[in-house]
């Protein structure tokens, strides 16, 4: 029988892409240096186009809804990528808590990036074997993506972790504030076609190799964790992306530029 | 009235505020010892997809070898311009003097019979 992907399931991986894409694209400008700035700006790009292919996805399949009144729609009536990025409530959003996390510094934005990152690409590596053609091809043209982003962010937290007395304390800051974030990844409950127990392994296999690279206590996994991303239980500091985010939308409905 | 207008760049406000705050900027064209430390200059070449030799495209800071061929990805190829990257540190690439220009190469120009097309090819290898 061939994958069918639930709505749910398409809205989860559109909004972790959205919500990562846009807290990277608040280094614009800041950036350390230049090239960092610019490395920080393109992989938030690479995250916004990811989401935008699921949100199309999801969006495709809503309008085949005979009752489509659970979902934002467009003035024609019609489910868009836009409608379902911007007119959705925080409640209604199904990204882990991991993602919505202030940058912090450039410790905690890399090693965010890193544990994201290498969840990603065994996710997309699974997905992209699907029998569902679309789910299967997005999967693909992002996996090349984030395994760059793997690279990136696995070289920084290597080299802040290997680097002077600050860069470290920093790092194994950010790793005491992110740790508890990284148990809803295995979760799955929105039941996605993949294999979590296989995953976990090589996800905590690769992080820990990183890790001694870095100098940082090997990771366990946590007996609690923290969760309700997928549920749409989210931290207050949603709230606060989206209204950055969904402002203009909302005061100007149906506004172009 | 005596106004200095500071251009402030990248690592500027860290290294001013390890200096108290007064002194001169490391960046300011005045380069003393106990500026803060600068990651090397990394000269940057693309070869695109059609080419057949790299390019030179550009200079970037980089602290080593890996992070300058990252870097270069990210800003040197971000719209399509390649599908290779050198670098090579720019302490590394030595040049010839721009002064001396008359004397290296002004004499070749009226030697003619250096270029080879002074003789008649055979019939049998006339598409050489």
């Not at chain 1, 729609?73 to 993602?99: H, P």
């Not at chain 2, 390649?82 to 008359?102: L, Q, R, T």
Request: aromatic fraction near 10%; glycine fraction near 6%; proline fraction near 5%.
């Amino acid at each position: 029988m061939s994958y069918q992907p639930t709505i749910a399931q398409l809205i989860h991986l559109a909004d972790n892409a959205l919500i990562l894409g846009h807290r990277l694209s608040e280094w614009c400008g800041h950036g350390p240096a230049l090239e960092q700035d610019i490395a920080l700006s393109n992989i938030a790009l690479d995250y916004v186009g990811a989401a935008r292919n699921w949100y199309q996805l999801a969006a495709t399949q809503i309008n085949q809804l005979s009752d489509k009144s659970a979902f934002p729609l467009d003035v024609n009536g019609q489910a868009t990528e836009d409608t379902l990025a911007y007119l959705r409530d925080a409640m209604d959003f199904k990204n882990f808590l991991l993602v919505e996390l202030p940058n912090g510094d450039w410790a905690v934005t890399t090693l965010r990036l890193l544990l994201s990152a290498s969840y990603q690409q065994l996710l997309l590596q699974q997905l992209s074997t699907s029998s569902h053609p679309d789910v299967a091809a997005i999967a693909a043209k992002s996996l090349k993506e984030v395994t760059y982003h793997v690279r990136w962010s696995e070289d920084w937290v290597k080299r802040l972790g290997d680097g002077t007395e600050e860069s470290h304390q920093r790092l194994q800051a950010s790793y005491n504030e992110l740790w508890p974030f990284i148990g809803e990844f295995w979760e799955n409950k929105l039941a996605l076609p993949i294999d979590t127990v296989a995953m976990q392994a090589q996800w905590l296999n690769k992080i820990n190799q990183v890790f001694e690279a870095a100098h940082l206590p090997q990771g366990i996994l946590p007996t609690w964790h923290q969760t309700g991303g997928t549920e749409g239980i989210h931290t207050e500091h949603l709230g606060y992306i989206l209204a950055e985010m969904q402002f203009l939308q909302r005061a100007y409905p149906n506004a172009e530029w | 009235m005596n106004t200095v207008i500071r251009i402030f760049r990248y690592g500027d406000y860290d290294a001013m505020q390890k200096a108290g705050g007064t002194t001169p900027l490391p960046n300011d064209g005045i380069k003393t010892a106990a500026t803060a430390p600068e990651w090397p200059l990394w000269e940057v070449f693309v070869r695109s997809k059609q080419g057949l030799d790299h390019k030179h495209v550009g200079s970037l800071h980089a602290a080593d070898a890996a992070m300058a061929i990252e870097n270069a990805r990210d800003v040197y190829t971000r719209r399509q311009e390649g599908v290779s990257i050198w670098v090579v540190e720019s302490k590394y690439i030595h040049a010839s003097n721009p002064d001396e220009a008359d004397s290296f190469y002004e004499p070749a120009s009226d030697k003619v019979y250096r270029h080879p097309t002074f003789y008649d090819l055979p019939e049998a290898i006339k598409h050489m």
